[in-house]
C-alpha cells in the first residue's frame, strides 16, 4: 500500500499473532463458556504443567541438561509459598508465592553444582537426589507441614488486593495470569544473549567455552531459573488446583510427566510445553471415557490405570519415532500445508 | 545392641564409647550391606549390558525384572513345574527383549541418548502396564526353596539367603564374563561397544547383537526379579529396584561391569553402616537418598568414578 517495494508481512505470519490470539481468547472467550469441571480439572492443571514444562524446557530443552528431579522443585515451591504465607502475616499471596520460587531457584542453584562435573545421564542419575531427598525431607520434618498429622495442610484463599479468586474460574484467571507473565518472560530470555549462551553449551560446551560463554554461570542460572518457574508452578499446583499442599503428589511420576511433556510437545520450544502439557492432561480423562464407553463396568479403576500407563507409554515411543521434534514441528509442517499460513 | 544414639542418650564418654564399640554387631551390619550390595549390582549389570553395546540407557529394566518375575510367579502359581516356568519365562524374556529391538529401538537408531532414553522410559510404562494387566496387581510370594534362616559365622548371624543370592549372582558374573571373552558372539558383542562403524566394516550385524543383548538383559532381570521378589514378594513395587541400581551405576561407570560390582558392594555396605549408625539422628527412613549422596560426593572427588573411562568429565 504505502511502501509497495517492501513486501508486507502476511499478518497471519507475524510470531506474535499465535500467542495474542490464545490471550485474547483465554481471558475473553473462555471464561464464559463452560461450567467450573472444565476450569477445575482440565484448564488450571494444563496450565500449571505447561509453566513446569516451560521451566524444564530452559533447563534440558534450551540448556541440554536433562532433570529428572521437576516433581522435587514444584514441591519447594508449594510448601515454601504455605510457609511464607503462614509465618509472615500480611505478606501478599502474590509476594509468598514468589519468595516460593526464589526459595525452589537456590536449591535449584546448589542442586545444579553437579552438573560443572557430570553430563548427560550421570547428571539426570543425579538429579533423582533431589527428587528423593525432597520428598523424604518433607514428610520427615514436621516443621514444614506445619506439624499437620497428616501431612496435608488447606491451602490458603486466593486473595490479591482484596479481590477474590476463590471460584473455579477465578483461579483459572489467577493461574493464568501468572503463567502468562512467565511464559512471556522466557518467551523473551531465549532470544536474548543469556538464551543464545544456553543454547551454546547445549550444542558445544567446549566451543561454548572458547567463544567466552561463562559455562558456570550459564548452568547455574538456567537450574535457577527453570528451578525458579518450576517451584512457581508448584505453589499454583497446591494452591490454585489441589488447593490442599501435601507432598505426596509431587512424587518422581509427576517428575516423569514433566518430562514427557516437553519431549511430546517438543524440546526447545515454549510452545510445545503447552501442547505437550495438553495432550497429557486431556488424554487420561479421553482414555476414561472412551474406556468406559466401550467396554462398560469390565473397565474398573485398576484396569484403566494400567491401560493408560501403557497408552501413555506407547504414544510417547509413537510420538518419538514419528516426530522426535515433538509436537511443535508437528504443527508448523501442518502450518506450511496450509496455504494461507505459509 | 548399643547405638550411637543409645550413647548419645546415656552421655558416655567418648574414649568408653571406643573402647566399647560393638565390632561384632558392626560386622554383621557390614557383611549385611555387601551382600544388598550384591543384589543392586545384579540389576545394575543388566543396565551395563545395554549402555555397553548399544549407548541405550534402558530405564526399562526394572520393569523387565518385575516383569519376569511376575510371569516366573504366575505361572508356578498356576502349577507349571518350576524348570519349566524358569524356560518359558527366559523363552518370553528373550522374545520381548527381540521385540524391543525390532519395534522402538531400530527405528530410532542414530537418535541422540536422550531420545533413546524417553524411549525407554515409555517402554518401562508399557511393561509394567502390560505385566500387571496380564497377571493381575496382587502381591505374590515366591517362594525359591531357600530357607532364610541366619547362620552363624564367627560369631556373626549372616542370612544364609542372602549368601546363596550373592553366590548366585557370582557365578551370574562369572558366566558373563566368560561369555564375553571366549564366545564368538560374546566378543562381537565387545567389537560393537568399542567401535560401532568399526564392527560393522567387518561385517558384524549390528541388529542381530542388539538383538541378543537385549536378551541377555532379559536373561539378568530374571535372576534379578526372582532374588529380589524372593525378598520382596512379586508385585509393583519390585520395578522400583532399578532406582537402587542407578547410584551403584553412577559410582561404577555405566560401561563397566567391574565397576558396578564393586559400586553396588561400596553402596550396600555404606547405605546399612550408615542407616544403622546415623539414621537414628535423622530418625530413619535415609536409605531412599543415602545411595545417590554417596554417588555424587565420590564424583565430585574423583570424577572419573570407580572404572569408567579415564575422562575428566562424566559425559
Given amino acids: 500500500m504505502t511502501t509497495p517495494s517492501r513486501p508486507s508481512l502476511p499478518l497471519l505470519k507475524n510470531p506474535w499473532i499465535a500467542p495474542l490470539l490464545a490471550l485474547v481468547i483465554a481471558y475473553g472467550v473462555v471464561p464464559f463458556l463452560s461450567g467450573s469441571y472444565v476450569f477445575d480439572a482440565i484448564l488450571t492443571p494444563f496450565l500449571v504443567l505447561s509453566l513446569a514444562g516451560v521451566g524444564l524446557n530452559l533447563l534440558t530443552g534450551y540448556t541440554g541438561q536433562l532433570s529428572l528431579g521437576s516433581a522435587a522443585f514444584m514441591a519447594v515451591g508449594a510448601f515454601a509459598a504455605f510457609n511464607f504465607n503462614l509465618r509472615i502475616p500480611g505478606l501478599p499471596l502474590v509476594a509468598s508465592i514468589l519468595l516460593a520460587g526464589a526459595s525452589a531457584a537456590l536449591i535449584g542453584i546448589v542442586f545444579g553444582l553437579p552438573s560443572l562435573r557430570l553430563k548427560g545421564f550421570y547428571l539426570a542419575v543425579s538429579t533423582l537426589a533431589i527428587q528423593f531427598f525432597v520428598q523424604w525431607a518433607l514428610t520427615k520434618f514436621g516443621w514444614f507441614s506445619n506439624n499437620s498429622p497428616s501431612g496435608v495442610i488447606d491451602a490458603p484463599p486466593l486473595h490479591v488486593l482484596g479481590i477474590s479468586f476463590d471460584s473455579a474460574v477465578g483461579r483459572y484467571l489467577f493461574t493464568l495470569t501468572i503463567v502468562t507473565i512467565l511464559t512471556a518472560l522466557s518467551w523473551r530470555l531465549v532470544t536474548t544473549r543469556t538464551g543464545h549462551h544456553f543454547i551454546a553449551v547445549r550444542d558445544h560446551e567446549l566451543a561454548a567455552k572458547v567463544l567466552g560463554v561463562p559455562i558456570l554461570r550459564t548452568k547455574l542460572l538456567a537450574f535457577g531459573l527453570s528451578s525458579f518457574i518450576i517451584g512457581v508452578a508448584g505453589a499454583l499446583w497446591a494452591f490454585a488446583y489441589l488447593r490442599t499442599v501435601e507432598s505426596a503428589g509431587f512424587n518422581l511420576d509427576r517428575s516423569f510427566q514433566i518430562v514427557f511433556i516437553i519431549i511430546i510437545g517438543g524440546l526447545a520450544t515454549i510452545r510445545g510445553s503447552f501442547l505437550g502439557a495438553a495432550l497429557i492432561v486431556v488424554f487420561p480423562l479421553i482414555l476414561s471415557r472412551l474406556g468406559s464407553f466401550l467396554l462398560g463396568n469390565i473397565f474398573n479403576s485398576g484396569v484403566l490405570e494400567m491401560s493408560q500407563r501403557i497408552v501413555l507409554g506407547t504414544l510417547i515411543i509413537l510420538f518419538l519415532i514419528a516426530e522426535p521434534n515433538g509436537l511443535a514441528a508437528l504443527l508448523e509442517r501442518l502450518k506450511r500445508r496450509i496455504p494461507l499460513l505459509s | ?315
Fill in chain 2, 1 to 315: 545392641m548399643p547405638t550411637w544414639a543409645w550413647y548419645k542418650k546415656n552421655k558416655t564418654n567418648k574414649f568408653i564409647v571406643m573402647s566399647d564399640f560393638d565390632w561384632l554387631f558392626f560386622s554383621e551390619v557390614l557383611v549385611g550391606g555387601l551382600l544388598a550390595g550384591v543384589m543392586y549390582s545384579l540389576v545394575a549389570i543388566g543396565f551395563v549390558l545395554v549402555y555397553k553395546t548399544s549407548g541405550v540407557f534402558n530405564f526399562a529394566q526394572g520393569s523387565m525384572v518385575l516383569f519376569a518375575a511376575l510371569t516366573f510367579v504366575s505361572l508356578v502359581e498356576r502349577g507349571v513345574s518350576f524348570p519349566l516356568a524358569l524356560m518359558a519365562t527366559f523363552a518370553l524374556m528373550t522374545l520381548l527383549g527381540l521385540t524391543i529391538e525390532r519395534t522402538v529401538l531400530r527405528p530410532l537408531v542414530n537418535q541422540p541418548p536422550i531420545t533413546l532414553f524417553m524411549a525407554t522410559l515409555g517402554l518401562s510404562y508399557i511393561i509394567e502396564g502390560g505385566a500387571q494387566l496380564l497377571w493381575g496387581a496382587q502381591v505374590h510370594g515366591l517362594e525359591l526353596g531357600i530357607d532364610d534362616t541366619p547362620l552363624e559365622i564367627s560369631g556373626m548371624l549372616i542370612s544364609k539367603f542372602d549368601l546363596i543370592a550373592a553366590g548366585i549372582s557370582a557365578a551370574m558374573v562369572a558366566l558373563l564374563t566368560a561369555f564375553f571373552r571366549y564366545t564368538r558372539i560374546g566378543l562381537s558383542f565387545r567389537a560393537a561397544a568399542d567401535d560401532t562403524l568399526a564392527a560393522l566394516t567387518i561385517g558384524l550385524k549390528l541388529p542381530r547383537i542388539w538383538g541378543a543383548v537385549w536378551a541377555a538383559a532379559g536373561l539378568v532381570s530374571i535372576v534379578a526379579g526372582l532374588l529380589w521378589g524372593a525378598r520382596l514378594g512379586v508385585q509393583f513395587s519390585l520395578s522400583l529396584v532399578v532406582l537402587k541400581a542407578l547410584p551403584v551405576l553412577v559410582l561404577g561407570g555405566f560401561d563397566s561391569i567391574l565397576g558396578v560390582i564393586i559400586g553396588g558392594l561400596l553402596i550396600g555396605a555404606l547405605e546399612k553402616v550408615s542407616e544403622v549408625y546415623i539414621g537414628p539422628f535423622f530418625g530413619g527412613g535415609i536409605e531412599t537418598w543415602f545411595a545417590y549422596v554417596i554417588a555424587l560426593a565420590f564424583l565430585l572427588i574423583r570424577p572419573a568414578g570407580l572404572f569408567g573411562q579415564k575422562l575428566i568429565e562424566r559425559a
